[in-house]
């Protein structure tokens, strides 16, 4: 599960009831830990711990920056003071949640102690002044379950977020010659999105992997794991470079301060070490560190956003949009030569042999079945976007490699969104509806959201807590 620290900055306005406010922004306390939410309070900077003065304000927000926290929580305890939640927001420059407490019903004289939804109406205004982007919780109760499922969502959404804009990809060597379709502009990457890249040639791979080879005890510790996992269909001198290229690889990401990997998977790889590197990446990729393939930068990114979408209580797998089904129209099959995770599998994996290689050291296995969601991140011309959808798995004949057929509703639209563009024939899958997380941290990292189904009225709809 990933951790996400979220600033907790309740406010309220002088006009209203001090007293409610502060009991409200109490309770609120209680139910975040309660959620098992982590958080930064500020009953340190006053002794009402709520956010209303200016001169509060800054020693708040030094706080929260010490405290490196990953999203603020803005709940508007009564009214709330607009001006001073909006100059935090903007000094902080993480993603921020906009809630207040449902009002109860006026007192016998007619009496309202918070106000709490016209105030929310007004941070919302200047937020939007600010050029703050913002998500809005649904004004509810503390109870209502609308407030833990828009708190959960919070969070991922925060991890997507922090995730994209501390990505640092370490690329092993250059993509294949045949795959013009997974270039990609580094500077472009960089200057818009802070996402950097590691170049490494694939003689630092092989060197890392001998080395690996040569220490032994790491490697015999996956050859363990493999032969636990895995049917091991290949000769012990093929098994110990699969499980050599997963410590060197493992060790370079460390080594250069990766959270991802994006490999030339062939054809170099195959003469120097004898094998497929699709096992090693499963391992990698079931341990929480994407690795795709054909050197897809994009493809890398895409993996690091669904992973973190999902926080982590699940892992993605990369594929290629392949063949369509033989009998179901809106039927495609998901498939790449081995790479998937081995907790994705509906059944034990073999290691044997990829469909269009003579080499070994792929996977074979039949993903879980269930409901998905699909997405790519891609871009050209200095524009990207993010492709998004649901599909559920269905059954279809057996192929090689990683697989798992899949329907949509519509197979002619996403075909269309495919060649059209911007994006190709790889995508990310993974066992989680994580399209309205996906949705809502793009507006903070600047990428348009695309849906192949037209279903953004309903992920809006869900957000709002219907």
């Not at 939410?37 to 800054?58: P, R």
């Not at 003689?203 to 493999?226: F, S």
Request: proline share 5%; charged share 25%; glycine share 6%.
């Amino acid at each position: 599960m990933s951790k996400v620290k979220i600033g907790f900055a309740p406010t309220r306005r002088s006009i209203f009831s001090a007293p409610d406010a502060i009991k409200f922004g109490n309770l609120t306390r209680d139910k975040l830990k309660e959620l098992n939410v982590e958080f930064v309070d500020i009953t340190d900077i006053n002794s009402e711990g709520l956010l209303y003065d200016d001169e509060d304000m800054k020693k708040i927000a030094e706080k929260f920056k010490s405290e490196k926290i990953d999203g603020l929580f803005l709940p508007h305890c009564n009214f709330g003071t607009e001006y001073v939640c909006a100059r935090l927001a903007k000094a902080l420059n993480v993603p921020v949640l906009l809630w207040g407490p449902r009002d109860e019903r006026p007192d016998e004289k007619g009496i309202r102690l918070r106000d709490s939804q016209c105030g929310l109406f007004a941070t919302g205004k200047v937020l939007r002044r600010f050029r703050v982007p913002f998500t809005y919780m649904s004004n509810c109760r503390l109870n209502d379950p609308e407030f833990e499922r828009g708190m959960k969502d919070f969070l991922a959404v925060c991890n997507v977020v922090k995730t994209f804009r501390n990505t640092r990809i370490l690329q092993i060597s250059t993509r294949p010659f045949d795959f013009w379709s997974t270039m990609c502009n580094e500077g472009e990457l960089l200057e818009k999105f802070n996402i950097q890249l590691s170049p490494i040639p694939m003689p630092e791979l092989i060197y890392a992997v001998n080395a690996a080879k040569e220490e032994k005890t790491e490697v015999e510790k996956v050859i363990e794991t493999i032969k636990a996992e895995m049917n091991v269909k290949i000769a012990d001198q093929h098994l110990e470079n699969v499980a050599a290229m997963k410590v060197a690889m493992q060790g370079l990401a460390a080594k250069y301060g990766c959270n991802a990997i994006a490999l030339q998977c062939w054809n170099c790889l195959q003469s120097e070490l004898g094998i497929m590197p699709c096992a090693a990446n499963s391992l990698l990729n079931d341990e929480g560190i994407p690795v795709v393939c054909e050197t897809d930068i994009h493809g890398a990114i895409t993996s690091l956003l669904a992973e973190a979408a999902g926080m982590g209580e699940t892992r993605s797998f990369f594929a290629d949009w392949t063949v369509r089904h033989p009998d179901n129209e809106n039927g495609e099959l998901l498939q790449h030569c081995g790479p998937w995770p081995v907790s994705v599998a509906r059944e034990k994996p073999t290691l044997g042999y990829p469909l269009a290689f003579s080499y070994p050291g792929s996977v074979e296995a039949e993903a879980k079945h269930g409901e998905l969601t699909l997405c790519r991140f891609d871009g050209d011309n200095g524009e990207y976007s993010l492709l998004l959808g649901n599909a559920r798995a269905i059954e279809g004949p057996y192929t090689k490699g990683t697989y798992l057929w899949i329907e949509v509703d519509n197979l002619k639209r996403l075909e269309e969104k495919l060649v059209s563009g911007p994006y190709i024939h790889h995508c990310v899958g993974i066992h989680k509806n994580i399209v309205p997380v996906l949705y809502e941290a793009c507006k903070y990292i600047n990428v348009k959201p695309d849906f192949y189904d037209p279903v953004e009225e309903d992920v809006k709809a869900y957000l709002r807590g219907e």
